[in-house]
């Protein structure tokens, strides 16, 4: 019975071995046989692409296809683009595809050369726990080059690529190009503020307020029926006057060099260009380490 028990646990032993070993010799390419008839593809981002590692799952809208079976990294300087080789799984492909009417899938499992030009490959953020990034494959016949013949790097069939959410975002809100124009908008608002002539302003207001004023003194002499009405109208234009001269002088203090509404203006546009400057650091950091987010700050003591 001791015997039994003892060869039963060698069984074991050497099973879960040479299952390890068949692990080990699959996935450092020692079988490659078995997956000459995968197909593989490259993607080039050209972002940070940390997290996301060789071994790393493929998906297809979500569901799983493939892997990510090498970088080549140092061929360019310039924006610092990272191609990844992905490697697509024909078994999982099978065991997920519909057999008849398939739109994106040969009878084999390999991709229709009428979709190859569609599809797009972007880096998704798995959690922010974890930080790690996998490689989801969509189709967009909207944006996409519909070229009936992909270009090739490093022997394989290149796809289109596009930036990662944090990327797009990134993009979309572009805050640099915010604070350049909040700087512009600064410049040319205090050279517009600079070459306005209040004074002149006012002058030409006193002028014509003084003007009308002799008009009206004129037209009351001369039509002495009707002085009484055009008296008091004389009387309610000079106050209506008055009050645009008071304006004009409320203007001239506000639009002053050291005007407090001034100064503010100034303070908070510059506030607003420091801020987006701020905004933009934050959106490229989390661009390269999401997971900063769950991390929080680093102490020296850590």
């Not at 190009?177 to 608002?189: G, I, M």
């Amino acid at each position: 019975m001791k015997n039994v028990a003892n060869s039963t646990l060698v069984g074991a032993f050497t099973l879960g071995g040479s299952l390890i070993f068949l692990g080990f010799l699959f996935f450092t390419g020692g079988l490659a046989s078995w997956r000459e008839g995968n197909e593989r593809f490259v993607l080039v981002f050209n972002e940070n692409v940390f997290g996301l590692n060789e071994g790393g799952k493929v998906t297809l809208n979500g569901v799983k296809i493939g892997r990510v079976e090498r970088f080549f990294i140092g061929d360019a300087i310039e924006g610092g683009p990272v191609p990844v080789l992905i490697e697509i799984n024909r078994k999982l492909v099978d065991r997920h595809k519909v057999s008849v009417g398939n739109e994106i899938f040969n009878e084999d499992g390999s991709f229709r050369k009428d979709v190859l030009p569609f599809l797009v490959g972007q880096l998704v953020q798995e959690s922010f726990v974890t930080g790690i990034l996998y490689v989801n494959l969509s189709t967009d016949f909207e944006d996409a080059d519909s070229n009936e013949t992909l270009e090739e790097l490093y022997g394989f069939p290149v796809l289109h690529s596009k930036g990662s959410i944090f990327a797009e975002l990134s993009e979309t809100i572009n805050l640099e190009k915010l604070s350049k124009q909040v700087s512009e908008f600064l410049e040319s608002a205090t050279a517009q503020l600079k070459d306005l002539h209040t004074a002149e302003i006012r002058e030409s207001f006193m002028v014509l307020s003084q003007s009308a004023r002799n008009f009206l003194d004129s037209t009351s002499a001369q039509l002495l029926p009707l002085s009484k009405d055009l008296g008091q109208t004389s009387v309610k234009i000079r106050e209506s006057f008055q009050k645009l001269d008071l304006v004009n002088q409320r203007l001239q203090e506000a639009l002053a060099p050291d005007s407090d509404l001034r100064f503010g203006a100034v303070n908070a546009l510059h506030d607003l260009s420091e801020m987006s400057k701020s905004l933009k650091n934050l959106s490229d950091l989390l661009e390269r380490n999401p997971q900063a987010l769950i991390r929080g700050k680093v102490t020296n003591e850590k």
